[in-house]
Structures are given as structure tokens and as C-alpha cells.
């Protein structure tokens, strides 16, 4: 069984107390720690919690410290959109297959997605499934998102009563029959349910009736081209998607987030929101943020995700979202499925499942893109860290401070690497980063004062539940 965390407030017993520190305390030190700022610091760890971060040199002589020199500490990341798809879909990913990418790739924490496994998680027994599902697989900690859909409105407050983060919706299919989409008065309804409880309600933000317009003026070309794709889903449907959530927010103030955002235009009214002073925000992905429309061959599936990649400039203009504050959080939203499922040997765009893998390459993603626009370390732990460990209540992740979970990754941000098959720890090696040059390496990875040692057989991760139940 997952051993079940809520809160992280449980009382554990404590060593014998010698000098103010318990003698199983340690230290872990660096010249670049990210906290708040980058600086040289050490982290003073008591079992699986940080007990203090003090200047580099202040740790207590005799005090065991690992210092790793120059390179990075960061705090664990917190990856709040992952699909594991286990169970009923575990050929597709499974929790053993993608906790240990995840954790490879200096993710500490994940938040599964509650469609694509069998049953979907939208009902209490789906979730206590996903939850046995999940039982001693997990290399690193794993929170559950659940699902809203039709009629089921009434069973989200027993669903966080059993567990679970916050609600995941679509306004469109979603692509599997197990999870229909909301309709604009179903949306209401979910936000009425999960007004008053502070939990967020997820939403795949495209509309059916832009996207039906594009459809039926697609022209019957070659179903390789990635441009005909591109225009069957326009940014249109994101734009009033966005703006629809907008209103019913700002009807219900029940906390909202715009997941994967892919279309720049849509940043104005998440800007309007947040002025508004709407519990509303939005996260990005690292392939709408490395990738764009003009260098996507034709033929090449493994790039084929909804929304899609869009083009340069709206590329550039999610980067000053980013900047600006407008977006919040960068997620990976690491969909994968099995190889014949993306149909790359037909190349085929409409038959190829939509959804891009990338759970253990996220980090030096969007650093390469970052550093060459002159994003410091210090944003990118807020957007991969910080900031969906806030969206999915997670108060002891997300940063390295007194309390906090002793999740670190310790990285070097110069060294370079090129992408291949071998190094790939997801159940399938199916990305469009193959064979990609990028700028950054994951060293070493801790989970609660414990560094991963990445072997097959490790299953530490806990079922992270929502606080106070």
C-alpha cells in the first residue's frame, strides 16, 4: 500500500537531541542554492525535513555535509500534469515506468491526470483503484487529480474527502469514451460544488464549436502535413474557452486553471482575470515553449499534441506571459501512449493519438530555451516548483525552507547532452526531443532527505492526499 501523507503533519519520532541538533541531522551545501534568490547556502536536514537553510559555512563541525561545489540545488520539482494511465492502460504508461522518469529528471512529485486508465477517476471507488493501482510502484511522491464529468457533480466534495487534489474537466472529447466532456452549465455546476472548498478546478480549454468550424473548412489535403492539423485546431477555441471560464468564474469565484495554454492570444483575459482579482491561472508546457509550428516535419507524429504547437511568434509572446506573470506554472503534460498508437510508420495526423512525452526531460527543456532568453534559475523554480505545488495544496513541496519536505535536485546547468532512446526511463521512447541537443543535467535527485538511486526497484513514493483529510 502507498503510505498515505496529508498535510505532511503527522508526528514522527525524533532522535536523541545533542547541541540543539539531533545527531541524525545532515547537511547539504552549494555555492548556487535556489531560494528565492541564488547564493551559496547550506541546508540543514532532520530526517526527511529541512530544519533550517543558514549560510554556507554554518554548519556544526562534526556535522555530516555533502557539498556538491558549484552546482545548482534547486527544490524538487512538482510536475502537476502527468497522464500515468495505470490502470487499464499501463502498456500506455505505468506509475513504476514514469515515477522513476519522473525522478531521473529531478521531478520529486507528481499529480496524475485522472483519465486515459480504466476506471476513470471520477467517482470515490475509481480513486481508491488508482490509489491500489499506484500501491508500491512509486519511486517518488504522487498526488491524484480527479475528474469531473456529467452527473457527477455531486460526488466531488466525497472525492476530496477520499483524497483528492482538485478536479479535472474538458469542454471538448477528451479522446478516450471514459471521460466525456462538460458542457457550459455542467461547468457551472462543478464550480458551484468546489466554490467553497479552495480546490481547483482543471480545465482542458477548447471549444467543440471553433473546433467544428476549422473541420469543416479543412481542406482534404495530405493528412501528413502538420499545417493542415495546425488549422483544425485554431487558437480561436482556446480564446473563448479561456473567455467563457473567465465569466463563470468571475460568477462562482471558484479557483479555476487554464492547463497546457498553448495560444498567446488567450493571454489577455487570464491577464483580466488576475485583475480582477479571480482566483484564476494558467500553466504552459515545455513543448509549447521549445518547439514551434515551422520546424515540425510532416509525418512526424511524436510531435502531435492538443492544443498543437503553434508558430515562432506565438512561441516568443508565451515566453513574456511567462515573465510578466500571466502564466503561472510550467508542466509537462506527459501524455504518452504505445508506439503504433502515434502511427509514425503512416505519419498519419488525424489518426495519431494527440499527446506529447516528455516527463523526464522537462528541466533542461525549458532551461536551454530559458538561459538563451536570460531566465534565471530562480523563475524556473517558481514555475516548475513553486507554483504547482500551490495549485495542488502541496504546502511541503515546492521550495526549499524550514518545514518544508527535503526534496532537492542538484543540477548542472552548463553541461550539454544530446537526447537517445537508452537514457529514457518512460515506458515508451516515443518524443519529439530525440536526437535533440540540450543544456542541462540532473545529478542527483533527493526525495525527503534521501537521494534516489534511480534503480528499478526502488518504491519510495507516498500518496499525497489533500490536506486535512
Not at 540543514?44 to 556538491?68: C, F, H, K, L, N
Request: charged share 25%; aromatic share 6%; proline share 6%.
Amino acid at each position: 500500500m502507498l503510505q498515505s501523507r496529508a498535510g505532511g503533519n503527522a508526528v514522527r519520532p525524533r532522535a536523541r537531541r545533542v547541541f540543539g541538533y539531533s545527531r541524525g541531522m545532515w547537511a547539504l551545501r552549494s555555492k548556487r542554492v535556489v531560494c528565492g534568490t541564488v547564493g551559496p547556502r547550506a541546508i540543514i536536514i532532520d530526517a526527511e525535513r529541512i530544519a533550517r537553510v543558514t549560510e554556507w559555512g554554518d554548519v556544526p563541525e562534526g556535522m555530516r555535509t555533502v557539498d556538491v561545489g558549484d552546482l545548482v540545488i534547486m527544490p524538487g520539482l512538482v510536475d502537476a500534469h502527468v497522464h500515468v494511465n495505470e490502470p487499464g492502460r499501463t502498456e500506455w504508461e505505468g506509475f513504476a515506468t514514469a515515477t522513476r522518469a519522473a525522478g531521473l529528471g529531478g521531478v520529486t512529485t507528481i499529480v496524475d491526470m485522472p483519465l486515459n486508465s480504466i476506471p476513470a477517476t471520477t467517482s470515490v471507488d475509481a480513486l481508491h483503484a488508482k490509489r491500489d493501482a499506484a500501491s508500491g510502484k512509486c519511486a517518488i511522491d504522487v498526488g491524484l487529480w480527479g475528474g469531473a464529468v456529467p452527473g457527477n457533480d455531486a460526488s466531488l466534495r466525497a472525492m476530496l474527502d477520499a483524497g483528492a487534489l482538485g478536479f479535472k474537466c474538458f469542454l471538448v472529447d477528451s479522446g478516450v469514451d471514459e471521460f466525456p466532456p462538460l458542457g457550459e452549465a455542467e461547468v457551472l455546476r462543478a464550480m458551484h460544488a468546489l466554490a467553497e472548498t479552495g480546490a481547483p478546478l482543471l480545465v482542458h480549454a477548447e471549444l467543440p464549436g471553433p473546433l467544428a468550424d476549422a473541420l469543416r473548412d479543412l481542406p482534404s489535403g495530405d493528412r501528413r502535413s502538420y499545417a493542415r492539423y495546425l488549422a483544425s485546431r485554431p487558437k480561436r477555441a482556446e480564446d473563448e474557452a479561456v473567455a467563457l471560464l473567465f465569466a463563470l468564474c468571475s460568477q462562482t469565484r471558484a479557483r479555476t486553471h487554464v492547463v497546457h495554454l498553448s495560444s498567446s492570444s488567450a493571454l489577455a483575459t487570464v491577464l483580466r482575470a488576475k485583475e480582477a482579482g479571480l482566483p484564476f491561472s494558467a500553466e504552459t508546457t515545455p513543448h509549447y515553449l521549445g518547439l514551434e509550428a515551422e520546424s515540425v516535419p510532416d509525418g512526424a507524429t511524436a510531435f502531435k499534441c492538443a492544443p498543437p504547437i503553434r508558430d515562432h511568434e506565438n512561441r516568443e509572446a508565451l515566453w513574456q506571459g511567462l515573465r510578466q506573470g500571466v502564466l503561472d506554472a510550467v508542466v509537462t503534460d506527459h501524455s504518452p501512449c504505445t508506439p503504433e498508437l502515434k502511427r509514425m510508420d503512416l505519419g498519419d495526423f488525424d489518426e495519431a493519438w494527440g499527446g506529447i512525452a516528455s516527463l523526464q526531460l522537462g528541466l533542461p527543456i525549458v532551461w536551454t530555451e530559458a538561459r538563451a532568453r536570460g531566465v534565471g534559475l530562480q523563475q524556473i523554480a517558481a514555475w516548475m516548483s513553486e507554483a504547482p505545488a500551490r495549485l495542488a495544496g502541496l504546502t511541503n513541496k515546492g521550495a526549499i525552507e524550514a518545514g518544508r519536505d527535503a526534496d532537492f535536485v542538484v543540477f548542472d546547468p552548463e553541461e550539454t547532452f544530446v537526447v537517445h532512446e537508452e537514457m529514457l526511463a518512460h515506458r515508451h521512447a516515443v518524443t519529439p526531443y530525440l536526437g535533440r541537443s540540450l543544456r542541462g543535467r540532473v545529478v542527483t535527485t533527493y526525495l525527503r532527505g534521501s537521494a534516489l538511486t534511480h534503480d528499478p526497484a526502488e518504491r519510495r513514493g507516498r500518496w499525497l492526499r489533500r490536506p486535512g483529510t
